[in-house]
């Protein structure tokens, strides 16, 4: 009985020290696209335009030279570089008019959800963008890995993994206004999934 | 770029669209299944998909697509 009372207190200091380490706001779209959000990251410059966010991910984001370049969907390859964006996903020139591709992305049951976008900031001052309550919830995923200190994991708007330790982070900032579409798997991925083939 | 109620009125009126997509021609068409979407490679085999409005209209977006009225280029 005194260690469940034990741990219950335990769990609410926890959770009051969750409370005061992170600060969640909530404001609209214009506010994280103006010139605040600009940050040097190493060489270049990147600036967080949500709305252009999709477009321009593969000119100013990746290094094609490097191993971050994206992959195509459907072959998985980053070379060649994939030039179209398609539902959210990235297709090479080769695979773009196959017939699994044009099959599963002109499905009628595709469909599209809106997605909140959070930003994730970082002690050493760095801030990025991942989907919030994505899979899981976000802020109950932070807090487990950080009491185990453990790894946290998210999704950036266009899905991929980002890992990090849940120590560097501070705080998130959830905009009212800001939302990512996020397309179901396509059908030829479910398909695939459901048949190993 | 067509509106997608541009797109619907002719189709529904009989008429094809038609549009290059990389070095291939496209041609989509109206029939009682739906919005029928034929490719038409350079190189290769014709193929013949039966989708819908939205997602004919979510390709000339996402694709950058410019789609034009056309006769049947396939008679």
């Known amino acids: ?197 | 770029m067509m509106k997608r109620a541009e797109m619907e009125a002719h189709l529904k009126s009989g008429g094809r669209l038609g549009f290059f997509c990389d070095d291939a021609f496209c041609e989509a068409w109206l029939a009682e299944d739906g919005v029928h979407l034929a490719i038409l490679p350079k190189d290769g085999e014709e193929m013949e998909f039966v989708g819908d409005l939205d997602k004919l209209y979510e390709m000339q977006i996402d694709l950058e697509l410019s789609l034009f009225p056309t006769a049947d280029r396939r008679q």
């Open chain 1, 1 to 197: 009985m005194i260690f469940r009372a034990l741990g219950a207190v335990a769990r609410l200091l926890w959770a009051e020290d969750d409370e005061r380490a992170i600060r969640i706001e909530r404001r609209g779209e214009n506010d994280i696209n103006d010139e605040e959000y600009i940050e040097d990251l190493g060489d270049g410059c990147f600036s967080i335009d949500f709305a252009a966010y999709d477009a321009s991910v593969n000119d100013k984001i990746y290094d094609l030279t490097t191993n971050q370049a994206p992959k195509c969907s459907q072959c998985k390859k980053r070379l060649p570089a994939p030039e179209f964006s398609w539902h959210g996903r990235l297709y090479c020139r080769r695979c773009l008019l196959t017939y699994d591709v044009l099959k599963s992305e002109m499905d009628p049951n595709l469909k599209c959800y809106r997605w909140p976008i959070a930003i994730v900031y970082l002690e050493d001052g760095v801030r990025f963008p991942i989907l919030w309550n994505f899979r899981r919830d976000t802020l109950e995923e932070w807090r487990y890995a950080r009491r185990h200190g453990l790894d946290v994991e998210f999704y950036d708007p266009i899905g991929s993994k980002i890992i990090i330790e849940a120590d560097m982070i501070t705080r998130f900032k959830v905009p009212n206004e800001c939302y990512v579409e996020v397309w179901t798997t396509s059908i030829d991925d479910f398909v695939k999934k459901k048949t190993g083939r």
